[in-house]
């Protein structure tokens, strides 16, 4: 299947740092790539979609000033967390469509902010 | 409304035996497709499984299917011949087309394989 590589698979940070999270697909190239964020034991929680060359698309109650997501190729997304603090530590996963219905999904991100 | 509904947060079952893992979702589109997907302590998230709204026939992938019932709006996943490595999170995941791209996930159910 389609691969999909995210680079840091983990990240510590100071509180008011920001850090870069990237999100690649390997094989294909993905017109629409997705951030999501997992709480521990919850289930996924959709970010943004962002779409190659065009602005992302924040989900209700989404810092989108806080959470900057590029989009610049159809190959890399990166999502950055801008004046990071302890409750935005989290699991980042991305995952990237092609065209059809699946998603292929990242190894994720585990950020912790101390 | 819930999109997508797991009501079993915990299943324990003995290696070898089959596990069925519940997913029931919410939708007035009529073209939907539904996935299953695992995700192991590691944290990534592994496609098992996808049925389409439109798919006659329960779709199946190796030791898995997929009891699509359409009129009960539920999608449970069967687990066959459940082996140790099988121990993880299940997703159960909708995605409509009327809403673009958006996929919505269920809360999950951790699966426990017993020796």
């Known amino acids: 299947g389609a691969v999909v590589s995210q680079h840091p698979s983990r990240v510590i940070c100071k509180s008011g740092t920001s850090v870069k999270i990237e999100c690649r697909s390997l094989?294909?190239?993905?017109?629409?790539m997705f951030w999501y964020r997992q709480f521990p034991k919850k289930s996924l929680m959709l970010m943004a979609t962002?779409?190659?060359?065009?602005?992302?698309?924040?989900e209700q109650g989404v810092e989108k000033d806080k959470f900057l997501i590029n989009h610049a190729s159809l190959t890399l997304s990166t999502l950055t967390v801008t004046s990071a603090h302890p409750e935005d530590s989290s699991f980042y996963i991305c995952?990237?469509?092609?065209?059809?219905?699946?998603?292929?999904f990242g190894p994720g991100t585990r950020l912790t902010v101390t | 409304a819930q999109k997508i509904t797991q009501t079993q947060p915990g299943m324990f079952v003995q290696e070898k035996e089959a596990v069925t893992l519940d997913c029931t979702y919410d939708?007035?589109?009529?073209?939907?497709?539904l996935f299953w997907y695992k995700q192991p302590s590691s944290g990534e998230m592994i496609f098992l499984i996808y049925?389409?709204?439109?798919?006659?026939q329960n779709a199946t992938e190796g030791r898995y299917s997929l009891n699509f019932q359409k009129a009960r709006k539920s999608a449970n996943l069967v687990i066959s011949a459940s082996q140790l490595g099988d121990s993880a999170m299940y997703f159960c995941?909708?995605?409509?087309?009327?809403?673009?791209?958006?996929?919505?996930f269920g809360t999950g159910t951790s699966l426990t394989v017993i020796p």
């Open positions: 995952s990237a469509k092609q065209g059809g219905d699946e998603q292929y």
């Open positions: 094989d294909f190239q993905a017109t629409t």
């Open positions: 962002s779409n190659e060359g065009s602005k992302a698309t924040y």
């Open positions: 939708t007035s589109d009529p073209s939907y497709g």
């Open positions: 049925q389409g709204s439109y798919d006659q």
């Open positions: 995941a909708m995605r409509e087309r009327g809403t673009g791209n958006q996929f919505y």
